[in-house]
């Protein structure tokens, strides 16, 4: 039972995505943290899909559990079905999709915060934030509605959609986060009263329907794998339990399909059409967004329905996939169809789509408005550059989406942990993961609608798969004190097999010679015709190293185990994309050591010699974190570059 105490080294305003993360990454540091929620029921809260991963997504996901973070283990263990996406493409951008329960999601996460030493829970709303004065204040506090004053030496406001938040589907409009949760307005204040800049942004949902009222015999069967893969580290190793209640007894999921050791249910795809399509535009003038009682900007990548229809006119159709809440739910998604048309609208669009033609809706589509902080306020740690001790995460940073709160939570929990216990920071950058891409992104641009993670973002994409999430970042996550000793040393161990077995396999020559070509063709892999090693062998096109190895064994030239299970696919991957893999590394080697260079945030660049004046004044208004960055401001040149090269070895000499 933890006791709650005045003091605090970190306090996370939140209980979302973000903030779940950002607290438990700081109380697994050994901080004394509390989070703060105005509604304990619901932590780790999906107000939208219930859905994690996907393209790009289940890359930070990945990233979160190598850094120990709890999302990837909880969605595992609430998932009614999974499903790899793109299996057709790379592994780069292959992505592990998973349909959860709603309720057992929020349910697991809430335990898992209120299991985590270290860390108090209390339901209540932050409503300011105390500083210290001087030239850059410090946090000393924050103030509760109920609670009184908290002393605190870091803060990490995980707010979400819930600042000057408003609500809206058709005509009308009123206050709140979302659907059944109020609306933030002083911790809004209390964050331009300090001088941050905000600014308004928009996301929206579609109606829920119930599922009794669908005909999806007519809609296109999407069952889930066989088997199913699961993003985080223990749910690959098979060592995640999956969490379920006894389906439904009546509706389209109530006969759930056992499907590789796993009871997974079905979703559907129908499609809009033409008829649907002409109700939409017969009441743009209703819908929010053009009638212009919406200022924020909307996802781009997570249209409304209204604002697809109006911006491809020549598209007849778009796809809908239909999809189940949880296992005791009859309620359905309808991904897609979000929307903020008014519900009399909502009602006549449902029924025009194939399988929807008696459907009945439960809950009606809206859009909510909310303030989002300009990102370039903040240092890579997720610190605000004008307080100290004043993180921000997730959507309240102007990203949507479960997955990209997860990653900035965790690196603003473990900095507000290190500013807080003086313990090495941890920046993530843009060659180890996508989180670090997404930071980098963040702190260094103007984003005029919301940010969603892209595999397209990441340049090295094939060096940051989800696969290599644990190489990539076990060794950091450990020193933080993030993750055991004994995961470290597991990830460390796997690491060295699959170095060993690349290295082995090509100091082994297969010739073009009788014996080589049985043993390899008695396991369906077609033989050397020239003298290759077995690297070379086993890095052909559709080989399996497996079979590979137990030829070689037959031929008593591999004495070693074949591994299994991950390691197996890792240094599967590894061979087949091996010469990719490498010139990629040394790109990003080359990145690493000319980009991540750190500049001081408060660099004055009219004293760089030999700038161009445009480049000091873009440079000066963006204060760049690296030379990266300063790099990718525009308007500046590869010479003025190069002349603030020149600037920071001088000074580096003279220092
Ligand atoms: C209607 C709607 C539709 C959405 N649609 C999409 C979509 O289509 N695609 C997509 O990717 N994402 C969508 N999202 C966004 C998705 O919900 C967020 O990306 C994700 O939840 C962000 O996580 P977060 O932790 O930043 O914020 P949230 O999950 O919103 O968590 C915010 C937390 O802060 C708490 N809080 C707020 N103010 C205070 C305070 N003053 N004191 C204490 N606690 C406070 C809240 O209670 C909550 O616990 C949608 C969200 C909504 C509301």
Redesign the pocket.
């Known amino acids: 039972m933890h006791s709650i105490t005045n003091t605090y080294d970190v306090v996370v305003?939140?209980?979302?995505?973000?903030?779940t993360e950002a607290a438990l990454a700081a109380a697994r540091m050994g901080a004394r943290t509390l989070i703060?929620?105005?509604?304990l029921d619901?932590v780790g809260?999906?107000?939208?899909n219930p859905s994690i991963g996907g393209p790009a997504k289940s890359q930070i996901v990945a990233e979160v559990d190598a850094l120990g973070g709890a999302m990837a283990e909880v969605a595992d263990a609430t998932a009614l079905q999974a499903r790899m996406l793109n299996t057709s493409k790379g592994p780069a951008v292959q992505a592990i999709r998973l349909q959860c329960d709603k309720s057992l999601y929020a349910i697991a996460m809430k335990e898992r915060v209120e299991l985590q030493p270290n860390l108090d829970l209390v339901q209540d709303?932050?409503?300011g934030i105390a500083l210290t004065t001087g030239a850059r204040p410090q946090v000393a506090g924050v103030t509760l509605r109920h609670g009184g004053q908290i002393a605190c030496s870091t803060i990490v406001v995980?707010?979400?959609?819930?600042l000057r938040a408003r609500m809206v589907s058709g005509e009308s409009s009123h206050a709140g986060?979302?659907a059944g949760?109020a609306n933030?307005q002083q911790?809004s204040a209390s964050l331009a009263d300090i001088g941050l800049r905000l600014k308004r942004f928009k996301?929206?949902?579609p109606p829920r329907l119930d599922a009794r009222s669908l005909d999806v015999s007519v809609c296109e069967l999407q069952p889930g794998d066989e088997p199913p893969r699961w993003i985080s580290r223990n749910g690959a190793k098979g060592g995640i339990d999956q969490i379920s209640l006894p389906s439904a007894d009546s509706g389209i999921f109530s006969e759930p399909v056992w499907l590789g050791g796993r009871w997974q249910v079905p979703c559907y795809q129908t499609a809009t059409n033409e008829a649907a399509h002409e109700i939409i535009r017969a009441n743009l003038h209703r819908a929010p967004m053009y009638n212009g009682s919406i200022e924020g900007t909307g996802?781009r990548y997570?249209p409304s329905i209204e604002d697809k229809v109006g911006r491809f006119a020549d598209k007849t159709s778009h796809p809908i996939f239909i999809e189940p809440e949880g296992w005791r739910s009859h309620e359905v998604y309808v991904q897609g169809l979000?929307t903020s048309l008014p519900a009399d609208v909502q009602h006549d669009v449902v029924r025009c789509v194939r399988g929807m033609e008696n459907a009945r809706i439960t809950r009606y589509g809206?859009a909510?408005e909310y303030d989002a902080l300009d990102a370039t306020e903040l240092l890579q740690t997720l610190e605000t550059r004008k307080v100290e001790g004043l993180f921000m995460a997730?959507?309240?940073n102007g990203?949507?989406?479960?997955e990209?709160?997860a990653g900035q939570?965790l690196v603003a929990g473990a900095n507000a942990t290190a500013r807080s216990l003086g313990t090495p920071e941890l920046i993530l950058s843009r060659t180890d993961s996508y989180i670090g891409v997404m930071i980098d992104d963040l702190t260094s641009q103007q984003f005029s609608e919301p940010y969603?993670m892209l595999t397209s973002r990441a340049e090295y994409r094939l060096i940051l798969r989800s696969d290599t999430a644990d190489a990539r970042l076990a060794e950091r996550a450990h020193a933080a004190g993030l993750i055991s000793e004994a995961r470290a040393h597991t990830v460390a161990t796997e690491q060295q097999t699959i170095a060993s077995i690349q290295s082995e396999l090509g100091s082994i020559w297969l010739g073009d010679n009788p014996r080589h070509a049985a043993a390899l063709q008695a396991e369906g892999v077609a033989p050397a015709n020239r003298s290759l090693t077995a690297l070379d062998v086993a890095r052909r096109p559709h080989t399996s190293l497996e079979a590979v190895l137990r030829a070689l064994q037959t031929l008593e030239m591999w004495k070693g185990e074949i591994p299994a299970g991950i390691t197996l696919e890792r240094t599967q991957i590894a061979i087949t994309y091996g010469a990719f893999i490498d010139k990629e590394e040394r790109e990003a080697e080359r990145h690493r050591r000319a980009a991540e260079d750190r500049l001081d945030p408060e660099m004055d660049y009219t004293l760089v010699r030999g700038l161009r004046i445009e480049a000091q004044q873009r440079l000066n208004a963006n204060k760049p974190l690296t030379v990266g960055q300063a790099q990718r401001t525009p308007g500046v040149t590869p010479g003025d570059i190069s002349a603030l090269l020149v600037h920071l070895s001088v000074a580096r000499a003279t220092r």
Request: net charge negative.
């Open positions: 305003i939140g209980a979302g995505h973000a903030g703060l929620t105005p509604n619901r809260f999906m107000p939208c709303e932050a409503i995980t707010a979400g959609t819930f986060g979302r949760d933030d911790l996301t929206g949902t996802p997570c979000s809206y909510v997730g959507q309240v990203t949507s989406g479960y990209e709160a939570g969603r």
